[in-house]
């Protein structure tokens, strides 16, 4: 256990100091971030990522396939969907008795390939 403590120590400042610049700077900007933390907030739920994905790799799927795609009922999908839609990241169009879902614009699609390729290249390491 001290051995975890004295790891801990080497990555913290050993003195209490800041720069006030730095800190009126940066600390207004964070306000910024509030709708990124939703965005992010959404796609933490493995469901919602994997469906987003999914939704990256076709241009446009109907609610009953996420359903088969995902193993869940059509509901469990619609939920999901219908949060995803809420949230800024899918769009839908209906089609007779059909809901279809896509990706709202190319920015999801960006931020996903690019995680995609983060989290290869820290399997590799």
Partial sequence: MSKNVKQEKKDM???????????????????????VELLFKALS?????KITYALTIEKELCVC??????GTTAATASHHLRYLRNMGL??????????????????????????LEHSKEIRKK
Avoid: W
């Avoid at 739920?45 to 990522?49: F, Q």
């Fill in 90 to 115: 899918a769009k839908y169009r209906k089609e007779g008795k059909l809901v279809f879902y896509s990706i709202v614009d190319d920015h999801v699609r960006q931020l996903l390939t690019i995680a």
């Fill in 65 to 70: 396939d996420v359903a088969n795609i995902m």
């Fill in 45 to 49: 739920d493995a469901t919602r990522l």
């Fill in 13 to 35: 400042c050993e003195v209490t100091c800041f720069d006030e610049d730095v800190v009126k700077r940066v600390q207004p900007k964070l306000e910024e971030l509030d709708s």
